[in-house]
């Protein structure tokens, strides 16, 4: 193996490299905000707590009653709701939500919990037109 050879291999492994190591340097997020909405107007926003921080609830209330958000895990979620308020409860079995553009929608009580962020573009997936 020539010079040359040893020069190309040796580029060839720092672009590998450098190809690899953005995701894991890049800013996590930076600060999010929970939008609640209710009957199509926002109700309330709540800053979302870092993985670390202890579970936090929080009422909020519905044409039919009530319905419990738990901020857990860096993240938020909506508790199984009794089945006079959410007859299916698909909002509840949606999970925790963490990442700016991700939302929980429990459509029966016109409820909408969304994740943006605050001053920077949303961590997408993807984009469709």
Known sequence: MSKTDRIILFLLALLGIALFLPPFFRAQGGP???????DGRIWKEFSLPPP?????????PLARGEAVLSFERGG???LPLPRKICPRGICSHSGLIRRAGESLVCVPNRLVVRIIASGRAADFDA???
Do not use: L
């Not at 999010?32 to 209710?38: A, G, L, P, Y």
């Open 32 to 38: 999010r905000v929970v939008q609640v909405e209710v």
């Open 52 to 60: 670390g921080a202890p579970p936090r609830r929080v009422k909020v």
């Open 76 to 78: 938020v979620r909506i």
């Open 127 to 129: 984009v469709a037109r």
